[in-house]
């Protein structure tokens, strides 16, 4: 009896002394950065705009009859004054990509046609005068990309490269016709100031339309506070127009639109503004 006991107090004191506490080194918590989130941007707005522009068109019919020039005809349309009420908007989401555009319209009022035909050798037979009035136009464009913060946030200098498509449609009437100097002594018009039709009658009506593709970008840098500097290029690869002249006059063109054109060009948009916030953005 007293053995077992013995025995039993050795082995206790043999685990005692043989087991050793280990230590386990726990990292320390602390939080993982995370990249900044952006918060969305959006963008809604009206602006008026007023423009002063001019449009010429030629058309060469000397192919079909070489007693014509080339070019057969040319139309002047001068100092035409734009006003036009305008919607825009853009949009922003979290990754920086945008999309913007805006849709406008309104009204021209112009100065005047200058209608000019040649024969060969460019000898003006017909000069004439007629006034724009009650003219209109509409007009859109739509863009996507992408928004870049150089150098840093704080200092706000961005650059935005977008793809996008603009329409554009004019329409001029011209009323009455009053004889210009020609080269044929007024024999086919009369003499320069004879109005042969009075300014009350519609005589010409040209509607041009334009689509275009747009490959471009937008720079922005905050000058001060709620002041900042934008600059927008775009450049225009492919331009498509169909031009479409109504000749009220002129029973042997038949129905109108008489004369249709339609071609591809190409083109540039430039854009510069300075804006401020009134409100903190």
């Known amino acids: 009896m007293r053995k077992g006991w013995v025995l039993a107090v050795c082995a206790v004191a043999f685990i005692g002394t043989g087991a050793r ?4 080194q726990v990292p320390n918590v ?5 990249p900044p989130m952006l918060e969305p941007r959006f963008e809604l707005g009206v602006r008026y705009w007023q423009s002063v522009g001019k449009t010429h068109f030629s058309i060469n019919s000397s192919r079909q009859n070489p007693a014509y020039g080339n070019p057969t005809s040319v139309l002047k349309y001068e100092d035409m004054d734009g006003y036009s009420g305008e919607f825009f908007w853009y949009a922003r989401n979290e990754t920086d ?8 319209g309104g009204g021209l009022s112009g100065d005047s046609l200058d209608d000019e035909d040649y024969y060969a050798g460019q000898i003006k037979f017909s000069d004439t005068f007629s006034k724009l009035k009650g003219d209109d136009l509409i007009y859109g464009t ?33 009323y009455g016709v009053r004889c210009n100097k020609d080269d044929i002594d007024g024999a086919l018009c009369g003499t320069p100031g004879t109005v042969v039709v009075p300014f009350s009658t519609e005589v010409i009506e040209n509607q041009a339309n334009w689509s275009s593709l747009r490959l471009g970008g937008e720079v922005e840098l905050k000058l001060w506070n709620r002041l900042r500097v934008m600059g927008e290029a775009a450049v225009l690869p492919v331009a498509y127009v169909w ?8 029973q ?30």
């Open 243 to 250: 031009n479409e002249d109504s000749h009220f006059l002129r």
């Open 252 to 281: 042997d063109l038949g129905r109108v639109p008489n004369v249709v054109d339609r071609g591809l060009g190409w083109g540039y948009q430039l854009e510069a503004a300075l804006r401020y916030d009134f409100t903190p953005c």
């Open 30 to 34: 602390y939080a993982i950065p995370l």
């Open 21 to 24: 506490a280990q230590t386990v």
């Open 97 to 104: 990509t945008f999309a913007k555009g805006f849709v406008g």
């Open 142 to 174: 739509i863009d996507v990309g992408q928004h870049f913060a150089l150098i840093d946030r704080a200092t706000k200098f961005s650059l935005s490269p977008f793809i996008g498509f603009n329409f554009w449609q004019e329409t001029a009437t011209a």
